[in-house]
């Protein structure tokens, strides 16, 4: 008998990777019966410039325009994946979630908080090092968390 998956963790920085891995998250969720949670967490600024005000506000006013365009990036996803699997797409994605952080942190707290089942998110190799290390981000996660985790890498180019 093969673990039950209800929810995944959908970690995207929006790349053309990441619309490959979204790919296999609704795969899995179709199978499943699951819902996916998509997560896009965006890098603070760092805490040299954070202490003056106007740089918060700032920080704050582009988070908040943000949102929506991530939101409206995950929907492009959705319409693209549409094109290829055919529908639902948007209907699998339960929730967006857009925090503020270090990405291998965000992954891992909102896995747990959203009692996600699994974690599925891409990987892109540079230079001569891609058959050898992943990306930190991926590397973190994998190494940091109990959960499964499908780490997707790019598509061959053939």
């Known amino acids: ?51 003056v005000g106007v740089l918060q506000r700032i920080e704050e006013k582009e988070r908040k325009e943000m949102v929506p365009q991530i939101q409206e990036s995950i929907q492009e996803f959705c319409k693209k994946a549409e094109a290829k699997t055919g529908p639902p797409c948007v209907a699998l994605v339960s929730k967006i979630l857009v925090p503020r952080g270090h990405p ?27 058959n050898t290390f992943l990306g930190s981000v991926s590397n973190a996660v994998l190494h940091l968390t109990r959960k499964p985790v499908f780490i997707i890498p790019l598509p061959s180019e053939k």
Do not use: W
């Not at 998956?5 to 990777?17: E, G, V, W, Y």
């Not at 891995?21 to 499943?32: C, E, G, K, L, V």
């Not at 009692?115 to 001569?128: R, S």
């Open 1 to 51: 008998m093969s673990p039950e998956i209800k929810r995944i963790l959908f970690a995207t920085d929006l790349s053309q990777n990441s619309f490959h891995a979204f790919q296999y998250a609704i795969d899995m969720a179709r199978s499943h019966d699951a819902k996916i949670i998509a997560l896009h967490a965006v890098e603070p600024l760092p805490e040299e410039v954070r202490f």
């Open 104 to 130: 291998p942190e965000e992954i891992l707290k909102a896995a747990d908080e959203e009692d996600c089942d699994v974690i599925v998110l891409g990987t892109h190799g540079k230079g001569f090092l891609a």
